[in-house]
């Protein structure tokens, strides 16, 4: 046999045993492929994810889009309505509009009251607190267990979250979600306040989530009560805040919600 024979011979042998190679590979894929995984539990810890089960599942809550709820307040009522896949949301109030279209937060006065507070803090604040859990599936959030909370007798588990460099306003940010440990319910939400500091917060302020209703098999805050608070510990009762009228749906909003009027000013 010559010696180019038996080169074109080998050359055959291994393109062959390549092929066979490739074709276990794509086969092994396949089968992989189409088993089920359980991709939220894999992502979060078990704790936080039983916490999302316990208020309708992850699941369920990403497939809606829009939420909107209103606040009863002294000078009125306060509306909020939120994109939930990008954020955007706009606060309707009986003076001012503070509206946020995915790059500037907007101010819009309706007469020549001055707006008392800072728009860039406040547009996403109340959603924030509104849409525990869920908030607390986003990106760039980092967890870990918290010592638990004990308050009149009992003890609620706690869950630590704090935030990667560069997500968000006040990536400094921490909160501490307590939970039922009979029904995984969260209880309280203990907080930090960085945005006007930039620094990290020794001092945690405390909701609690008193009161649930169900909308659209998501369970969604009705009560949140503010606590005084000592040595990062709730003590005593501040206030209520009443939640109505509240719609979550699978309907996207139309972003002309959102764009900014042509009286209203750029909050810098």
């Given amino acids: 046999m010559s010696y180019k024979s038996l080169l074109v011979i080998l050359l055959l042998v291994v393109t062959s045993c390549k092929d066979d190679k490739s074709s276990e590979t794509v086969e092994s894929a396949i089968d992989y492929s189409e088993t089920e995984l359980d991709v939220t539990t894999s992502t979060y810890p078990e704790s936080i994810t039983k916490v999302f089960d316990a208020h309708g599942g992850l699941d369920a809550w990403k497939d809606m889009q ?7 307040k ?25 509206g946020f279209d995915g790059q500037d937060v907007w101010l819009q006065k309706k007469d020549t009251t001055s707006y008392k507070g800072n728009p860039k803090f406040y547009y996403n604040l109340m959603f924030y607190f509104y849409a525990m859990p869920f908030v607390l599936a986003d990106d760039g959030i980092k967890y870990e267990d918290a010592e638990p909370l004990e308050f009149e007798g009992k003890t609620y588990p706690g869950i630590k979250i704090s935030y ?11 909160y501490i979600l307590y939970y039922d440990s009979e029904t995984y319910k969260m209880t309280w939400l203990g907080y930090t306040v960085t945005f006007f500091t930039k620094e990290k917060a020794k001092e945690f302020h405390f909701i609690k989530y008193s009161e ?10 009705k009560t949140l009560t503010w606590y005084n608070y000592e040595n990062n510990l709730p003590t005593t009762k501040r206030n209520d805040l009443e939640f109505s009228e509240v719609t979550l749906t699978k309907e996207k909003i139309d972003a002309e919600v959102f764009r900014k009027p042509e009286d209203a000013e750029v909050v810098e």
Wanted: net charge negative; charged share 25%; glycine share 8%.
């Fill in 66 to 72: 829009t939420l909107k709820f209103t606040m009863a």
């Fill in 74 to 98: 002294e000078s009125g009522d306060e509306v909020t309505t939120t994109d939930l896949y990008n954020r955007n949301s706009i606060i309707e109030m009986p003076k001012h509009t503070i």
């Fill in 164 to 174: 990667e460099s560069g997500v968000g306003e006040s990536p400094e940010d921490e």
């Fill in 212 to 221: 649930w209703q169900t909308i659209n098999g998501i369970q969604l805050p």
